[in-house]
Structures are given as structure tokens and as C-alpha cells.
């Protein structure tokens, strides 16, 4: 092993991780590594606070609907919306949504395709409604578990 990063060690970490409660857990070359809201208050700056949004999951936002909020941040809103397409966006919401998919909640391919957790988390950063990031995130590690298993 080389280098600041361990791919290995982490390949093993998230082959480990669980969720217990509100807190990550993971064991690694024996040791258990507990991720509690005060280490992601320590080591990311971030606190367990705000609303738990996701996809299929928006509550605190009744009115809601994806596809009216797409047409919204579009520059042409007469197109038709077959599937959310980046490429279609204002400056403003198209920079959230690169920000969105390649950094806070990363996926491997297909960064110009927006998923409704995108659409909700863009919804949320422009109407500066807050959002549990910590909680974003932690189901974004536990959904990139169940797809290694």
C-alpha cells in the first residue's frame, strides 16, 4: 500500500458497512469504525439537522411535482419532457445539478441525466429550504453498498 489513499481499505470499509440507528458502521482489518453525527460534525463540518429528503420521500414539500418543477428551470418550457435532461436547464439550476451529481451525491455515469433526487435537492438549494445533509449522504453510502452486494 501506497499513497493518501487506500482503495482497498475503503473497498473493505463500505463491503462492511451497516447502519446502526443513526450511526455507520464498519470493520476493518478488525477494528470497528463507528461514524456518529459527531464525527460528521468534526471531520465534514456538517450537523444532523434540517429535513430528510430523498426520492419518494418529500416530506416538508406537499406541493411538490417533478415535472413542473423541471419545466420551471428550463429555458424552453414548451419542450416535452420525456426524461430530465440537464442539458435543457438555465445557467443557474444547471450548475446545481452538475454540482448535485458530481459532487454531493456522485454517481459513476450519466451526469447530464437527472434523477428525482436531484430534482428534489436542486428544489431545496434554490427555495434555500434546509436539507440533513449527513442524512443525504449516509443514504447515498448505503445505496452504493446494496449495488457491491
Known sequence: ???NV?????KVFYTNLTQDGKNLVSYVKGIKMKVTNEVWNLVA??????LKVGKGNTNGIQEFNN????????RD???SVNRFHAG???LTPILLAYIIAWQLIPRGTNHVVLHEEDLI??????????VNWVYIIMEHMLKKIQKVS
Open 6 to 10: 487506500y482503495l482497498d481499505l475503503v
Open 1 to 3: 500500500m501506497s499513497g
Open 121 to 130: 435537492l436542486l428544489y431545496f438549494i434554490m427555495n434555500m429550504i434546509k
Open 77 to 79: 418550457p414548451s419542450l
Open 45 to 50: 463540518g456538517i450537523k444532523y439537522v434540517g
Open 67 to 74: 415535472i413542473q418543477y423541471y419545466r420551471s428551470c428550463v
Open 88 to 90: 435543457n436547464l438555465n
